[in-house]
């Protein structure tokens, strides 16, 4: 490949050797791309104020050498100031960011994933909302479009939209009704049909609408409650970033 510039969101960076970065970022184009940056400790020119998590920025990148890519230089764009001095909003955006990083595979969504990512930040720098408010409609977001998305339209034994309570089976990923309820492999959650119906409308949602959602406490602490679950399966952990989250949420 070319040199090469594309938009990012930094996702993680680590110290490699003396002077040396391993930064991991997100791009429309390409989804998480690892790379180095060389003495970057040593020379900060090349990158001021640029290589911190969260940081949206434009970065220069070198043809590639192998599988790594080589970091040239960097540009800031936006460091998100307010969200960074307030710790439930930086617990909420390392959440979305370390979730968006994991999902973003498929080709078709690259672009639309970097752009949630973008808006997900300016929300939460902007003071547009609680930071816990709009955790549960982001995962869900993050997860569908990384094609991970539960299946909450209708019952998976039946095929009909359930009536009353709703038994979300964490295996299968998707929705039961009261009568097949038995079918469905464990462990269950029940949701209740208003938070049920909100997970609904947050996974149809365009984009500057669901931005604007907003689910009344208990809805949001049951639709967490599953998403975590759902996740933990998943991914045979929970997110690394979720006990930091928890530790500013309650403090
Ligand atoms: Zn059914």
């Known amino acids: 490949m070319p040199p090469w510039q594309t938009p990012a969101i930094i996702l993680s960076v680590k110290a490699y050797g003396e002077a040396d970065l391993l930064v991991t970022f997100l791009t429309p184009a390409q989804g998480r791309v690892t790379g180095m940056a060389k003495h970057a400790l040593k020379s ?5 104020n640029c290589l911190e998590p969260l940081n949206r920025v434009t970065l220069f990148l070198s043809p ?3 599988e790594l890519e080589f970091l040239q230089k960097g ?4 460091s998100f100031p307010t969200l960074r001095r307030d710790l439930k909003r930086l617990g909420a955006a390392a959440v979305l960011a ?6 973003a595979t498929p080709p078709e969504a690259l672009g639309e994933i970097f752009q949630t990512m973008e808006e ?14 709009l955790l549960p409609e982001f995962l869900l977001r993050f997860l569908t479009l990384g094609g991970y998305g539960p299946r ?9 939209e359930p009536e009353g309570p709703v038994y979300f089976s964490i295996p299968r990923g998707g929705i039961f009704c009261t009568s097949c309820r038995d079918q469905a492999a464990g462990p269950v959650l029940a949701l209740t049909p208003g938070t049920w119906k909100s997970l609904r409308l947050a996974q149809s949602l365009a984009l500057d609408k669901l931005s604007r959602l ?7 602490q049951e639709s967490l409650a599953l998403l975590r679950a759902f996740l933990r399966h998943h ?7 979720w006990a930091f989250y928890e530790k500013v949420i309650s403090s």
């Open 44 to 48: 900060r020119r090349r990158f001021a």
């Open 64 to 66: 590639r050498r192998g």
């Open 75 to 78: 540009e800031l764009l936006d």
């Open 98 to 103: 370390e979730l968006a990083g994991l999902v």
């Open 120 to 133: 997900v930040l300016r929300l939460l720098d902007r003071r547009a909302a609680d930071p816990d408010s």
């Open 152 to 160: 909450l339209a209708a019952c998976l034994g039946c095929g009909r």
């Open 214 to 220: 907003r689910l009344p406490d208990f809805q949001r």
């Open 235 to 241: 991914l045979g952990r929970d997110l690394k970033a």
